[in-house]
């Protein structure tokens, strides 16, 4: 993927301008350190989605990057920049139960504890634009680069050490050569968001900066591990938001007599209407799925049926 001169322009200056905390006469190095130690993580492929929780490994890695810049009394929490980084609005953290997110501005509480941010699972999501810019392995060595020259200049050196023996793959080997299932999902992706011209089957959204940058996702019917179909017929476009609901069980594309590409049925057991922010979901009830350009490319009934099987399933 070519990042764009605009985006990434953008995008730079953003990362450049974290907002943070001044103490004893210099900066936190505490946002700077949670970013790198999240490069380090997708570079790993111990990150493989926008929803990133506080796992062992980001804590460790962390650390050790922590050690590398610290000055003074500067303590390695990660809960800080964690929680602290959505005032910059790129990242939003959001606990799994729902309930929005978390961060608000002129809120004057501290972070939350680790052990409160891992019991409630809450993860952080970048903005969808930025999220498509570090899943490309070049734009996130470029972004690594960009970070480590702006806010710790002097450490180059030990952090270029740090990021060789941490990351298993080294950045150039990962770029000669895309791993076959990385090229498969990548052409699953573009089929579904062409013939569905990057509209949520859903809510009908289309947000589109640039084919690469779409707003909208491919989703699998019945998903990829237990069918090992790639074929568009087994897949929608949906936006993010109904595409976590749909991976969920919370709603469905089912099978109708009428409508071809089928219907939207929501889990009512799960679902109430009464509570925002689940009204959304609900008024789906009984929606056409909005069909794809071609009537070839129509979910597939074996899809349809295997989701609605599974939307009364409790999980
Ligand atoms: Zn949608």
Partial sequence: MAVGDDIWAHWLERLYNLRREKRDGHERPHKPVLLLSILDLLDRSLIVANEIPLSEELVATFKRYFAVVREANDQPSIEIPFYFLGGDKFWQVMPAGGGGPLYREGFAAGAPGVGQLRKDRVAG?????????????????????????????ERREQLAALVATTCQV?????????????????????????????????????????????????????????????????????????????????????PDRQRRAGVWRVNQKRLDDRIEGQRELVALEGRAVIPPSEENFYPDIGGLRWREEHLTVTY
């Fill in 125 to 153: 999501h970048f903005d969808v634009g930025l999220w498509a810019l570090l899943s490309d392995p070049l734009a996130r060595h470029q972004v690594r680069e960009a970070l480590i020259a702006r806010y710790f200049p």
């Fill in 170 to 254: 080294p950045v150039a080997e990962a770029l000669r050569e895309e791993p076959p299932e990385a090229k498969r999902d990548a052409a699953f992706r573009r089929t579904i968001l062409e013939v569905y011209d990057y509209r949520c089957a859903a809510c009908g959204i289309r947000v589109l900066l640039e084919q690469a940058m779409s707003l909208v996702e491919a989703a699998h019917l019945i998903p990829f591990g237990m069918s090992r179909n790639d074929k568009p017929t087994n897949g929608v476009a949906l936006c993010p938001n109904h595409h976590w609901a749909m991976d969920r069980h919370l709603i469905a594309p089912c």
